[in-house]
C-alpha cells in the first residue's frame, strides 16, 4: 500500500524545491546556455553586429598552443590534487582515528587548514614563497649555495606551488569526511580479520577501503 508522505499537499516537495531550482537555471543553465549559443558568433569592436561563424572559433580555440597547454596544466593540476590530496588526507585521517593521549589536540590542528579563508591562504603561501623575502626560498639558498628558488619564473614549479597550496587548503575538509567514514567501520570487521591473521595493510584494502566508499 503506497504511504503518502505529504497528505493533503501533494504538491509540496515540489513547491520546496522549486526556489533551488530556479536559482540552478536562472544562475547556471541559463548562462551556460547563452555562452555556448554566442560561441558561434563573432561581435564587432563595438557591439554594434554578431557575424554567425559555425566552428570557427573552436578551430581556432583548439589551435592554439596556449589553449592546450593550459589543457594539459589543468589536468596535471587535477591529478596532483585528487590522487596526492586524497592520498595523504585518508593516511592521516587512518592516524587520527587510533586511540592515542591528545588525539583531540592532533585532529583539530590538522583540520584548522579548512578554516581559513582562499584568501588568507594564498597571502600565506605567496608570503612563503616570495623570492625575495620568503621562508622557502631562503632555506634553499643556504642548501644548496645561493641557489634562488624564484617560482614566478618556472612555470612547472609555479603549477607544483599552487597544486601543492590547493591540496593544503582542502586538506581538512578532506581528513573530516575519510575520518567520519574510517569511524563507521565496525571494529568487529577488523578483530575478525587480525584473529584470521590479515596484515593491517590487508586489512585496511579488504575492509576498511571498501567500506569508505558510502562516505567518500
Known sequence: ????????????????????IAVIFIFLIGPFGQSIYESFFVSTPFGTRTIYVGLRNYI???SSPDYLNSIVATFKFAAFVIIIGLSISLAIAQLLNQKIRGMGFYQVALIWTYAISPTIAGVIWASMFAPATGLIPYIVSKLYGGYTLNWMTNGQLALFIVAAAATWKMLGYNIIFFLAGLQNVPNEFLEAAQIDGASPWKAFWRITFPMLSPTT
Open 60 to 62: 581556432r580555440l583548439f
Open 1 to 20: 500500500m503506497h504511504e503518502d508522505r505529504f497528505p493533503g499537499h501533494k504538491f509540496l516537495p515540489y513547491i520546496l524545491i522549486a526556489p533551488s
